[in-house]
């Protein structure tokens, strides 16, 4: 490992543990309410959730508009794992978060194998397809508490597990997608034929990139669960998928830097538009409208904010000076 990657760990690692220790501060102080809590841990969920969407819009270059589908999978299939009291506590809430990504995973398997053998809108219009067919059978089975939802799920939502959760998926998905088989996915995405004529297996990578997305969506969804203590199939709706897609969008397709941000503007701006109620909508679309008519590849097009660079240039001065 070089010297510049070593460090650059370290300024991450240092960067977010001043980040962490700053928020726990202002909580356990009081200076940050219950109210903007509950908003910090819905900027972790979504998140999560904008980064594991841009593996397959903006890595792999297929548009899908199912993702609410694998978190609904996630979500379901946690909050009855922890609900059957198998595991209790903090064991049994980690170990409903790995279940959650599993199914999801699973799903996306079964779904991917067919559904990328399409592209464009023809992809986009199936994935919506397969999330509606989801919700609909979520409402039908007894067992997953049917139209009514299902109640009584036992709920972890404390912040400074959340944070740390969201943190390591994100650092999860960057380093797949920055290693060989992040490599491949991206040439798939520049030149599908090309990729493929050079030896890369087009198919495996491409439902690789779905399943990883896929995973770490239902990983998401099971935080939301537990988060909320009852969920309704009604939540995971066409509405949500879209939201997620305009995450992505806004930051930068294949930027994850420009999805963390997005979520977290996207999070925050309908919440300080609540006082304007009658307007809220009007005035979240024209932000939406401008940043695209002046931004139209997103805040950061497929740029990252990279610590590694910050200190290259540091290092440079450095070598100057002593020269």
């Known amino acids: 490992m070089s010297k510049t990657k070593m460090l650059s760990y370290i300024a991450t690692f240092v960067l977010l543990t001043i980040v962490y220790i700053i928020l726990m501060s202002l909580i356990n102080t009081g200076i940050i309410s219950r109210y903007q809590t509950n908003i910090l841990t819905l900027i972790c969920i979504n998140i999560i959730l904008a980064v594991s969407l841009n593996v397959t819009v903006g890595c792999l270059g297929q548009i899908t508009i199912g993702h609410a589908g694998f978190m609904s999978v996630g979500a379901y299939a946690a909050a009855l794992f922890t609900k059957s009291g198998l595991v209790e506590g903090l064991p049994g809430y980690f170990l409903a978060l790995i279940i959650g990504g599993a199914v999801a995973g699973v799903v996306g398997i079964i779904i991917g194998i067919p559904a990328l053998r399409l592209n464009g809108d023809y992809l986009a219009i199936i994935t919506l397809a397969f999330g509606e067919i989801i919700r609909v059978l979520i409402e039908y089975f007894d067992f997953t508490g049917g139209a009514q939802g299902l109640r009584g799920i036992p709920r972890y939502n404390k912040i400074e ?127 939406l409208i401008l940043t695209m008519i002046f931004r139209p590849t997103g805040l950061l097009g497929r740029k990252e904010f990279q610590i590694t660079k910050v200190i290259e240039r540091f290092m440079k001065k450095g070598g100057n000076v002593n020269e």
């Open 161 to 287: 597990i959340i944070f740390i959760i969201m943190v390591v998926c994100v650092m999860m998905m960057f380093s797949l997608m920055t290693s060989r088989h992040g490599r491949a996915v991206l040439s798939i995405r520049d030149d599908e034929i090309a990729s493929g004529a050079s030896g890369v297996n087009t198919t495996y990578y491409k439902t690789f990139a779905f399943t990883v997305s896929a995973v770490f969506a239902g990983i998401a969804g099971a935080v939301y669960a537990h988060h909320l203590g009852i969920l309704g199939a009604k939540q995971f709706d066409f509405n949500y998928s879209i939201n997620i897609l305009t995450m992505v969008v806004l930051g930068g397709m294949g930027s994850f830097t420009g999805s963390v941000l997005s979520a977290i503007v996207l999070t925050i701006v309908p919440e300080m538009l609540r006082e304007f109620s009658d307007y809220r909508m009007i005035v979240y679309s024209l932000l």
